[in-house]
Protein backbone atom coordinates (compact mmCIF):
# COMPACT_ATOMS: atom_id res chain seq x y z
CA UNK A 1 0.00 0.00 0.00
CA UNK A 2 2.95 2.11 0.60
CA UNK A 3 4.33 2.10 -2.86
CA UNK A 4 0.99 2.24 -4.17
CA UNK A 5 0.60 5.72 -2.52
CA UNK A 6 4.22 6.92 -3.34
CA UNK A 7 3.23 6.46 -6.84
CA UNK A 8 0.16 9.06 -6.50
CA UNK A 9 2.41 11.57 -5.68
CA UNK A 10 5.56 13.00 -7.38
CA UNK A 11 9.16 12.42 -6.40
CA UNK A 12 9.51 16.47 -5.62
CA UNK A 13 7.21 15.75 -2.48
CA UNK A 14 8.65 12.63 -1.06
CA UNK A 15 12.32 13.85 -1.23
CA UNK A 16 14.17 15.25 1.50
CA UNK A 17 15.91 18.46 -0.21
CA UNK A 18 13.38 20.69 2.43
CA UNK A 19 15.89 20.51 5.06
CA UNK A 20 13.52 20.31 7.74
CA UNK A 21 15.41 17.78 9.51
CA UNK A 22 17.91 20.80 10.60
CA UNK A 23 18.52 21.15 14.12
CA UNK A 24 17.50 24.52 13.34
CA UNK A 25 13.98 23.41 12.95
CA UNK A 26 14.30 20.97 15.47
CA UNK A 27 14.34 23.81 18.19
CA UNK A 28 11.84 25.56 16.72
CA UNK A 29 9.60 22.50 16.93
CA UNK A 30 10.42 22.10 20.79
CA UNK A 31 10.00 25.46 21.62
CA UNK A 32 6.35 25.34 20.62
CA UNK A 33 5.71 22.12 22.69
CA UNK A 34 6.62 24.28 25.54
CA UNK A 35 7.13 27.97 24.97
CA UNK A 36 8.32 30.36 27.95
CA UNK A 37 5.67 32.70 29.42
CA UNK A 38 6.71 34.99 32.52
CA UNK A 39 3.28 34.01 34.13
CA UNK A 40 2.02 30.76 32.82
CA UNK A 41 4.92 28.70 31.70
CA UNK A 42 7.97 30.42 33.35
CA UNK A 43 9.60 26.81 33.57
CA UNK A 44 9.49 26.53 29.44
CA UNK A 45 11.88 27.00 26.96
CA UNK A 46 12.99 30.52 25.16
CA UNK A 47 13.29 30.66 22.09
CA UNK A 48 16.25 32.55 20.51
CA UNK A 49 16.35 30.77 17.66
CA UNK A 50 13.74 33.31 15.82
CA UNK A 51 15.50 36.57 14.07
CA UNK A 52 12.86 38.53 14.46
CA UNK A 53 12.56 42.48 15.45
CA UNK A 54 9.93 42.96 17.73
CA UNK A 55 11.78 46.26 19.75
CA UNK A 56 9.97 48.91 17.44
CA UNK A 57 6.62 47.49 17.06
CA UNK A 58 5.35 50.00 19.15
CA UNK A 59 6.42 52.99 17.01
CA UNK A 60 4.62 51.05 14.06
CA UNK A 61 1.61 51.12 16.56
CA UNK A 62 1.67 54.36 17.70
CA UNK A 63 1.77 55.39 13.87
CA UNK A 64 -1.17 53.23 13.12
CA UNK A 65 -2.95 55.20 16.18
CA UNK A 66 -2.03 58.19 14.79
CA UNK A 67 -3.16 57.42 11.06
CA UNK A 68 -6.18 55.48 11.39
CA UNK A 69 -7.96 56.20 8.09
CA UNK A 70 -4.66 54.13 6.07
CA UNK A 71 -5.87 51.02 8.34
CA UNK A 72 -9.36 51.08 7.72
CA UNK A 73 -8.65 52.21 3.89
CA UNK A 74 -10.15 55.60 3.95
CA UNK A 75 -8.98 58.46 1.75
CA UNK A 76 -10.72 62.20 1.77
CA UNK A 77 -13.62 60.62 3.37
CA UNK A 78 -14.09 57.92 0.47
CA UNK A 79 -14.09 54.14 1.34
CA UNK A 80 -11.20 52.07 -0.86
CA UNK A 81 -12.51 48.95 0.44
CA UNK A 82 -13.81 47.97 -2.85
CA UNK A 83 -10.89 49.02 -4.72
CA UNK A 84 -8.95 46.81 -2.12
CA UNK A 85 -10.72 43.65 -2.46
CA UNK A 86 -10.96 43.35 -6.26
CA UNK A 87 -8.19 41.69 -8.56
CA UNK A 88 -5.16 44.30 -9.34
CA UNK A 89 -2.39 44.27 -11.42
CA UNK A 90 0.07 41.92 -10.42
CA UNK A 91 2.83 44.38 -10.73
CA UNK A 92 1.86 45.88 -7.43
CA UNK A 93 0.71 49.43 -6.40
CA UNK A 94 2.42 52.16 -8.25
CA UNK A 95 1.94 54.31 -4.72
CA UNK A 96 3.47 51.33 -2.85
CA UNK A 97 6.37 50.52 -5.24
CA UNK A 98 7.42 53.85 -5.19
CA UNK A 99 7.43 54.25 -1.20
CA UNK A 100 9.49 51.24 -0.91
CA UNK A 101 11.98 52.16 -3.42
CA UNK A 102 12.17 55.61 -1.43
CA UNK A 103 12.34 53.60 1.78
CA UNK A 104 15.22 51.20 0.70
CA UNK A 105 17.33 54.40 -0.81
CA UNK A 106 17.04 55.99 2.68
CA UNK A 107 17.88 52.59 4.41
CA UNK A 108 21.33 53.09 2.48
CA UNK A 109 21.83 56.92 3.30
CA UNK A 110 20.31 57.71 -0.09
CA UNK A 111 23.78 56.96 -1.92
CA UNK A 112 21.43 54.92 -4.40
CA UNK A 113 18.16 55.82 -6.01
CA UNK A 114 16.04 52.39 -6.46
CA UNK A 115 13.64 52.30 -10.01
CA UNK A 116 10.46 51.54 -8.94
CA UNK A 117 9.82 50.16 -12.16
CA UNK A 118 13.16 47.89 -11.66
CA UNK A 119 10.99 46.20 -8.66
CA UNK A 120 9.36 42.58 -8.21
CA UNK A 121 6.97 42.24 -5.50
CA UNK A 122 7.25 39.31 -3.91
CA UNK A 123 6.14 37.46 -0.72
CA UNK A 124 8.84 37.71 1.42
CA UNK A 125 12.23 37.29 0.68
CA UNK A 126 11.74 33.37 0.63
CA UNK A 127 10.08 33.86 -2.27
CA UNK A 128 12.40 36.39 -3.84
CA UNK A 129 15.33 33.73 -4.17
CA UNK A 130 13.47 31.09 -4.85
CA UNK A 131 12.28 33.32 -8.22
CA UNK A 132 15.72 34.35 -8.89
CA UNK A 133 16.94 30.44 -8.97
CA UNK A 134 14.06 29.73 -11.49
CA UNK A 135 15.45 32.97 -13.71
CA UNK A 136 19.09 32.09 -13.72
CA UNK A 137 19.90 28.73 -13.44
CA UNK A 138 19.04 24.97 -14.53
CA UNK A 139 18.14 22.33 -12.33
CA UNK A 140 21.94 20.80 -11.15
CA UNK A 141 23.92 24.02 -11.55
CA UNK A 142 25.07 25.76 -9.00
CA UNK A 143 25.26 29.12 -6.99
CA UNK A 144 28.08 29.54 -4.73
CA UNK A 145 27.44 30.42 -0.87
CA UNK A 146 29.87 31.59 2.10
CA UNK A 147 29.27 29.36 5.11
CA UNK A 148 28.36 30.02 7.09
CA UNK A 149 24.86 30.80 5.95
CA UNK A 150 21.08 30.66 6.38
CA UNK A 151 19.62 26.96 7.11
CA UNK A 152 16.31 27.60 4.81
CA UNK A 153 18.45 28.43 2.05
CA UNK A 154 18.60 24.59 1.34
CA UNK A 155 14.83 24.89 1.27
CA UNK A 156 14.34 28.06 -0.56
CA UNK A 157 16.96 27.79 -2.98
CA UNK A 158 17.24 24.23 -4.14
CA UNK A 159 14.10 22.15 -2.72
CA UNK A 160 11.85 23.00 -5.78
CA UNK A 161 14.33 24.63 -8.23
CA UNK A 162 16.64 21.79 -8.08
CA UNK A 163 19.78 24.12 -7.73
CA UNK A 164 23.10 23.34 -6.32
CA UNK A 165 24.22 24.64 -3.61
CA UNK A 166 28.65 25.06 -3.20
CA UNK A 167 29.69 26.22 0.21
CA UNK A 168 32.34 29.10 0.20
CA UNK A 169 34.12 27.93 3.77
CA UNK A 170 35.24 30.88 5.77
CA UNK A 171 36.84 30.63 8.75
CA UNK A 172 37.33 32.10 12.14
CA UNK A 173 40.56 33.40 11.74
CA UNK A 174 39.66 36.51 9.76
CA UNK A 175 35.85 36.61 11.36
CA UNK A 176 34.46 34.45 8.71
CA UNK A 177 35.46 36.94 5.91
CA UNK A 178 35.37 36.45 2.08
CA UNK A 179 38.71 36.21 0.48
CA UNK A 180 39.89 35.58 -3.51
CA UNK A 181 41.08 32.32 -2.37
CA UNK A 182 37.81 30.75 -0.37
CA UNK A 183 35.96 31.84 -3.84
CA UNK A 184 38.07 30.39 -6.31
CA UNK A 185 38.55 27.28 -4.25
CA UNK A 186 34.84 26.97 -3.80
CA UNK A 187 34.37 27.40 -8.13
CA UNK A 188 37.15 24.80 -8.50
CA UNK A 189 35.38 22.76 -6.30
CA UNK A 190 32.24 22.54 -8.39
CA UNK A 191 34.35 22.50 -12.06
CA UNK A 192 35.57 19.28 -9.53
CA UNK A 193 32.52 18.39 -9.21
CA UNK A 194 31.62 18.82 -13.15
CA UNK A 195 28.89 21.56 -11.83
CA UNK A 196 28.30 24.46 -13.85
CA UNK A 197 28.21 27.52 -11.78
CA UNK A 198 26.25 30.39 -12.79
CA UNK A 199 26.36 32.69 -9.42
CA UNK A 200 27.27 33.83 -5.54
CA UNK A 201 24.28 34.86 -3.12
CA UNK A 202 25.54 36.63 -0.28
CA UNK A 203 23.69 38.28 2.58
CA UNK A 204 24.82 41.41 3.33
CA UNK A 205 24.60 42.11 6.56
CA UNK A 206 25.44 38.74 7.03
CA UNK A 207 23.03 35.81 8.75
CA UNK A 208 24.34 34.64 10.99
CA UNK A 209 27.11 36.57 11.56
CA UNK A 210 25.59 40.03 12.27
CA UNK A 211 28.71 41.71 10.12
CA UNK A 212 28.93 43.59 7.16
CA UNK A 213 31.24 42.63 4.38
CA UNK A 214 34.67 44.36 4.72
CA UNK A 215 35.33 46.82 1.60
CA UNK A 216 38.29 43.82 0.57
CA UNK A 217 35.59 41.43 0.82
CA UNK A 218 33.11 43.53 -1.63
CA UNK A 219 36.08 44.16 -4.01
CA UNK A 220 36.97 40.87 -3.84
CA UNK A 221 33.64 39.11 -4.23
CA UNK A 222 32.67 42.06 -7.32
CA UNK A 223 35.82 40.86 -9.18
CA UNK A 224 35.43 37.31 -8.72
CA UNK A 225 31.81 37.43 -10.55
CA UNK A 226 33.36 39.78 -13.30
CA UNK A 227 35.94 38.12 -13.83
CA UNK A 228 34.03 34.57 -14.26
CA UNK A 229 31.11 36.59 -16.16
CA UNK A 230 28.80 34.75 -13.22
CA UNK A 231 25.34 36.55 -11.29
CA UNK A 232 25.74 38.08 -7.82
CA UNK A 233 22.71 37.98 -6.00
CA UNK A 234 22.97 40.38 -2.72
CA UNK A 235 20.51 39.33 -0.19
CA UNK A 236 20.58 42.55 1.84
CA UNK A 237 17.28 42.21 3.92
CA UNK A 238 19.40 42.95 7.30
CA UNK A 239 20.15 46.61 5.50
CA UNK A 240 18.25 48.31 8.03
CA UNK A 241 19.37 47.13 11.40
CA UNK A 242 22.94 48.14 10.71
CA UNK A 243 23.76 49.66 14.27
CA UNK A 244 27.43 51.21 13.57
CA UNK A 245 27.44 54.77 12.16
CA UNK A 246 29.25 53.37 9.16
CA UNK A 247 30.39 50.08 7.43
CA UNK A 248 27.72 49.05 5.34
CA UNK A 249 28.11 49.25 1.63
CA UNK A 250 25.33 47.76 -1.02
CA UNK A 251 26.08 46.46 -3.94
CA UNK A 252 23.02 48.65 -5.54
CA UNK A 253 25.67 51.93 -5.36
CA UNK A 254 26.81 52.61 -9.03
CA UNK A 255 30.37 53.85 -7.42
CA UNK A 256 30.87 50.35 -6.17
CA UNK A 257 30.22 48.13 -9.31
CA UNK A 258 31.95 51.17 -11.70
CA UNK A 259 34.85 50.46 -9.28
CA UNK A 260 35.41 46.53 -10.31
CA UNK A 261 33.96 46.93 -13.73
CA UNK A 262 30.50 44.98 -12.81
CA UNK A 263 27.54 44.91 -15.22
CA UNK A 264 24.85 46.15 -13.39
CA UNK A 265 22.93 43.39 -15.48
CA UNK A 266 24.59 40.16 -13.44
CA UNK A 267 23.51 42.04 -10.12
CA UNK A 268 20.41 41.51 -8.50
CA UNK A 269 19.16 42.91 -4.85
CA UNK A 270 16.93 40.90 -2.07
CA UNK A 271 14.58 43.24 0.15
CA UNK A 272 12.23 42.48 2.52
CA UNK A 273 10.41 44.62 5.09
CA UNK A 274 10.30 41.77 7.73
CA UNK A 275 13.56 42.43 9.23
CA UNK A 276 14.42 46.31 8.44
CA UNK A 277 10.53 47.14 9.83
CA UNK A 278 9.44 43.98 11.88
CA UNK A 279 6.66 42.65 10.15
CA UNK A 280 7.63 39.37 8.66
CA UNK A 281 4.00 38.48 8.74
CA UNK A 282 3.04 40.95 6.12
CA UNK A 283 5.16 39.12 3.46
CA UNK A 284 6.48 41.90 1.69
CA UNK A 285 9.78 40.72 -0.09
CA UNK A 286 11.42 42.33 -3.19
CA UNK A 287 14.07 41.78 -6.25
CA UNK A 288 15.66 44.89 -7.61
CA UNK A 289 17.64 44.18 -11.07
CA UNK A 290 18.29 45.93 -13.78
CA UNK A 291 18.28 42.59 -16.47
CA UNK A 292 15.20 43.00 -18.66
CA UNK A 293 15.26 39.00 -19.13
CA UNK A 294 14.77 38.73 -14.98
CA UNK A 295 12.64 41.61 -14.68
CA UNK A 296 10.18 40.45 -16.50
CA UNK A 297 10.83 37.06 -16.16
CA UNK A 298 10.12 37.92 -12.08
CA UNK A 299 7.47 39.80 -12.77
CA UNK A 300 5.28 37.27 -14.50
CA UNK A 301 6.34 34.46 -11.48
CA UNK A 302 5.40 36.71 -8.76
CA UNK A 303 1.69 36.30 -9.50
CA UNK A 304 2.28 33.39 -7.79
CA UNK A 305 3.11 34.90 -4.52
CA UNK A 306 1.84 38.14 -4.50
CA UNK A 307 1.44 40.68 -2.02
CA UNK A 308 -2.09 41.82 -0.80
CA UNK A 309 -3.29 44.85 -1.92
CA UNK A 310 -4.33 45.69 1.40
CA UNK A 311 -0.86 45.16 2.68
CA UNK A 312 0.22 47.40 -0.56
CA UNK A 313 -2.07 50.23 0.54
CA UNK A 314 -1.23 50.33 4.54
CA UNK A 315 2.21 50.41 3.79
CA UNK A 316 2.72 53.00 1.53
CA UNK A 317 0.68 55.47 3.61
CA UNK A 318 3.34 54.47 6.42
CA UNK A 319 6.14 54.70 4.20
CA UNK A 320 5.16 57.71 2.38
CA UNK A 321 5.50 59.17 5.57
CA UNK A 322 8.83 60.32 5.82
CA UNK A 323 8.72 61.87 9.15
CA UNK A 324 7.69 59.01 10.82
CA UNK A 325 10.44 56.56 8.48
CA UNK A 326 13.65 58.86 9.76
CA UNK A 327 12.78 58.83 13.53
CA UNK A 328 11.99 54.68 12.91
CA UNK A 329 15.17 54.30 11.45
CA UNK A 330 17.32 56.18 13.95
CA UNK A 331 14.99 54.77 17.27
CA UNK A 332 15.29 50.75 15.49
CA UNK A 333 18.98 51.29 15.22
CA UNK A 334 19.54 52.60 18.35
CA UNK A 335 17.39 50.40 20.00
CA UNK A 336 19.01 47.51 18.27
CA UNK A 337 22.56 48.86 19.33
CA UNK A 338 21.72 48.50 23.03
CA UNK A 339 20.25 45.21 22.62
CA UNK A 340 23.17 43.73 20.90
CA UNK A 341 25.46 45.36 23.83
CA UNK A 342 23.10 43.54 26.70
CA UNK A 343 23.28 40.51 24.97
CA UNK A 344 27.17 40.29 24.56
CA UNK A 345 27.91 41.88 27.83
CA UNK A 346 25.77 39.40 29.44
CA UNK A 347 27.68 36.36 27.83
CA UNK A 348 31.36 37.78 28.34
CA UNK A 349 30.40 37.72 32.26
CA UNK A 350 29.69 34.08 31.79
CA UNK A 351 32.77 33.79 29.81
CA UNK A 352 31.81 33.42 26.58
CA UNK A 353 32.72 35.67 23.67
CA UNK A 354 30.86 36.83 20.60
CA UNK A 355 32.15 37.75 16.74
CA UNK A 356 32.29 41.33 16.79
CA UNK A 357 28.95 42.50 14.70
CA UNK A 358 27.35 45.55 13.67
CA UNK A 359 23.82 44.67 12.30
CA UNK A 360 21.36 41.85 12.61
CA UNK A 361 18.98 40.68 15.02
CA UNK A 362 21.71 38.31 16.41
CA UNK A 363 24.96 37.57 17.70
CA UNK A 364 27.59 34.70 16.72
CA UNK A 365 28.24 33.23 19.60
CA UNK A 366 31.58 31.25 20.69
CA UNK A 367 31.01 28.36 22.52
CA UNK A 368 33.78 26.21 21.76
CA UNK A 369 35.60 26.30 24.49
CA UNK A 370 32.73 24.19 26.26
CA UNK A 371 32.94 21.17 24.12
CA UNK A 372 33.73 17.86 25.64
CA UNK A 373 36.06 17.19 22.15
CA UNK A 374 35.75 19.55 19.69
CA UNK A 375 33.56 17.88 16.79
CA UNK A 376 29.87 18.48 15.60
CA UNK A 377 28.73 16.00 17.57
CA UNK A 378 29.93 17.53 20.86
CA UNK A 379 28.37 20.52 19.80
CA UNK A 380 25.19 18.41 19.02
CA UNK A 381 25.53 17.42 22.60
CA UNK A 382 26.13 20.78 24.10
CA UNK A 383 22.90 22.05 21.95
CA UNK A 384 20.84 19.64 23.37
CA UNK A 385 21.94 20.44 27.02
CA UNK A 386 21.05 24.10 26.17
CA UNK A 387 17.72 24.05 24.57
CA UNK A 388 16.46 20.73 27.40
CA UNK A 389 18.34 21.20 30.51
CA UNK A 390 18.40 24.89 30.31
CA UNK A 391 15.67 25.98 28.02
CA UNK A 392 17.30 28.36 25.88
CA UNK A 393 16.74 27.36 21.74
CA UNK A 394 19.85 28.73 20.11
CA UNK A 395 20.48 27.46 17.01
CA UNK A 396 23.88 25.31 16.19
CA UNK A 397 26.36 26.42 13.86
CA UNK A 398 26.25 23.17 12.42
CA UNK A 399 23.04 23.96 10.75
CA UNK A 400 24.54 27.22 9.16
CA UNK A 401 27.35 24.80 7.53
CA UNK A 402 28.96 26.10 9.73
CA UNK A 403 33.18 24.61 9.09
CA UNK A 404 34.05 24.81 12.87
CA UNK A 405 32.22 23.39 16.22
CA UNK A 406 31.38 25.34 19.11
CA UNK A 407 29.29 28.60 17.02
CA UNK A 408 25.46 29.12 17.68
CA UNK A 409 23.68 31.88 16.74
CA UNK A 410 21.96 33.61 19.51
CA UNK A 411 18.71 36.24 18.20
CA UNK A 412 18.19 38.92 21.23
CA UNK A 413 15.77 40.76 19.23
CA UNK A 414 13.02 38.76 19.54
CA UNK A 415 11.80 38.79 23.11
CA UNK A 416 11.49 41.38 26.08
CA UNK A 417 14.18 42.52 27.91
CA UNK A 418 13.35 41.08 30.90
CA UNK A 419 13.06 37.94 28.94
CA UNK A 420 16.56 38.36 27.97
CA UNK A 421 17.83 39.01 31.23
CA UNK A 422 16.13 35.44 32.37
CA UNK A 423 18.08 34.08 29.61
CA UNK A 424 21.64 35.00 31.08
CA UNK A 425 20.31 33.81 34.43
CA UNK A 426 19.97 30.29 33.30
CA UNK A 427 23.25 30.22 31.25
CA UNK A 428 24.73 31.70 34.14
CA UNK A 429 23.39 29.37 36.61
CA UNK A 430 24.01 26.19 34.01
CA UNK A 431 27.60 26.97 34.28
CA UNK A 432 27.45 27.82 37.84
CA UNK A 433 26.15 24.45 38.69
CA UNK A 434 28.66 22.56 36.14
CA UNK A 435 31.76 24.12 37.90
CA UNK A 436 31.43 21.89 40.63
CA UNK A 437 32.61 23.73 43.73
CA UNK A 438 32.74 27.29 42.59
CA UNK A 439 30.79 29.75 43.73
CA UNK A 440 28.20 31.82 41.41
CA UNK A 441 29.87 35.12 42.19
CA UNK A 442 33.52 33.84 40.71
CA UNK A 443 31.52 33.02 37.57
CA UNK A 444 29.35 36.40 37.55
CA UNK A 445 32.87 38.52 38.25
CA UNK A 446 35.82 36.60 36.92
CA UNK A 447 35.05 35.16 33.13
CA UNK A 448 39.30 34.71 32.40
CA UNK A 449 39.40 32.61 35.24
CA UNK A 450 36.00 30.71 33.99
CA UNK A 451 37.87 30.37 30.68
CA UNK A 452 40.41 27.96 32.09
CA UNK A 453 37.97 26.32 34.55
CA UNK A 454 35.74 25.08 31.28
CA UNK A 455 39.01 23.58 29.44
CA UNK A 456 40.07 21.82 32.83
CA UNK A 457 36.88 20.68 34.40
CA UNK A 458 33.80 21.94 32.85
CA UNK A 459 32.83 19.35 29.87
CA UNK A 460 33.87 16.57 32.11
CA UNK A 461 31.17 18.37 34.79
CA UNK A 462 27.98 18.55 32.23
CA UNK A 463 28.59 16.05 30.07
CA UNK A 464 29.75 13.42 33.21
CA UNK A 465 27.86 10.29 31.91
CA UNK A 466 25.22 8.42 33.96
CA UNK A 467 24.68 5.10 34.71
CA UNK A 468 23.14 4.53 31.41
CA UNK A 469 26.02 5.49 29.24
CA UNK A 470 29.50 4.34 28.58
CA UNK A 471 31.30 6.63 26.85
CA UNK A 472 34.09 8.28 28.75
CA UNK A 473 35.17 12.06 27.89
Known amino acids: MSNHRQLMVSRKITCNSHGEDSHYFFGWQEYERNPYDETRNPAGIIQMGLAENQLSLDLLETWL ?15 LFRQMALFQDYRGLPAFKKALADFMGEIRGNRVKFDPNRLVLTAGATSANETLMFCLAEPGEAFLLPTPYYPGFDRDLKWRTGVEIVPIHCDSFNDFQITEGSLQKAYDDALDRKVKVKGVLVTNPSNPLGTT ?58 CSLSKDMGVPGFRVG ?78 WVNMSHLLDYPSFEAETRLWK ?28 ANMSEKTLAVSLERIRSFLSK ?19 YCKSSFTWSIFQPDSTQSERF
Open 65 to 79: LENPRAASFMSSGTS
Open 213 to 270: LSSKALKALLTFVSTKRIHLICDEIYSGTVFSPSGFTSVAEDAVLAECNVSREFVHVV
Open 286 to 363: AIYTHNEHVLSAATKMSSFGLVSSQTQYLLSEMLSDKKFTLNYLRENRKRLRQRQKKLVSGLQKCGISCLKSNAGLFC
Open 385 to 412: KLLHQVGLNVSPGSSFHCSEPGWFRVCF
Open 434 to 452: SLRGQCPQKVLTEPKKLLL
